[in-house]
């Protein structure tokens, strides 16, 4: 029990990732109506570009990091165009399987240009591990934690006081009435593609220096992060933070009380209860069927 707070704040740390990924999840649902399974390829994308700054290219850190941004803003820009906006006017069953597609295809391009090897990046900061009352913390969880937290505060800030977030809120909760009103809908689905591209490719920075990434990292995480968006009630963006951040401490806490191999099951055990018990997820809404 002595290792519970370094536990919770890895958990906290490995948390945030999956709630940046499943905020981009919920971004794209609001104004697509549209699942993007491809979402969970964003971080693995966003880390072999730095990667490929920084060890092909020869940048620094820094540079590096805006660089590889900057890629993966033009990377969502191009998956709105090729995946989403040709099939924009047909049901959500073929834009679904469209990302589906567009998943297998980003592994394959990135596994074609990189190869099978798994990868890892250097810390983004040069500090050493500390110890606050006895529990050693690692200053790589920290910044993931304190970045993450800076991200959504920002987003709120983006969302709620500027003119251009409020475009984009109104186009996620009715396109056809936006349009209506002269808000370009065509274009605030692209920012929001962008922007959830980014939101990934920082995750991916994030954890890159605490983990080894490969191709298939895309599919787990996309897996924990669409179970986070599932517990937190679908579609709603509180609801992505707390299931990321609950799914993260969960998963940590049960890989080191109960069992190592099983640390991915937990979160689909977690998933599994809550749609027995509380279906709708926490901050979902109820819905009632009249007989």
């Not at 986070?228 to 609801?239: E, H, K, Q, S, V």
């Amino acid at each position: 029990m002595s290792a519970l707070p370094q536990l919770i704040v890895a958990g906290i740390g490995m948390g945030s990732i999956y709630a940046l990924v499943a905020l981009g999840l919920v971004l794209i649902y609001r104004t697509t109506n549209v699942v993007n399974f491809a979402q969970g390829d964003f971080p693995m994308v966003g880390a072999f570009l730095l990667v490929i700054c920084l060890f092909h290219a020869g940048m620094p850190y820094w540079a590096g990091i805006l660089v590889a941004l900057a890629g993966m803003a033009v990377f969502g820009g191009l998956f709105n165009l090729a995946v989403y906006y040709p099939l924009r006017n047909r049901s959500y069953l073929p834009v679904l399987i469209s990302t589906l597609g567009a998943s297998i295809f980003v592994q394959n391009t990135v596994l074609a240009a990189y190869g099978p090897q798994p990868a890892n990046l250097p810390p983004l900061l040069p500090l050493r591990g500390f110890q606050v009352g006895g529990v050693f913390l690692d200053p790589q969880y920290l910044v993931i934690i304190v970045v993450s937290a800076a991200l959504v505060l920002l987003q709120y800030l983006f969302f709620e006081k500027t003119y251009l977030g409020k475009k984009i809120q109104a186009t996620a909760q009715d396109k056809e009435t936006a349009s209506l009103i002269g808000i370009p809908v065509r274009w605030m689905i692209m920012l929001t593609f962008v922007y959830s591209a980014v939101l990934g490719g920082v995750a991916g920075i994030l954890v890159g220096p605490i983990m080894y990434f490969s191709i298939g990292m895309g599919t787990a995480i996309a897996l924990k992060a669409f179970a986070a968006t599932i517990i937190g009630g679908f579609g709603d963006i509180r609801g992505a933070i707390l299931g990321g951040l609950g799914l993260g401490i969960i998963e940590n806490l049960g890989a080191a009380y109960i069992s190592v191999p099983y640390k991915d099951a937990f979160a689909f055990l977690v998933l599994f209860a809550f749609l027995m018990v509380l279906p709708q997820g926490i901050f979902g809404e109820k819905i009632a069927e009249k007989a």
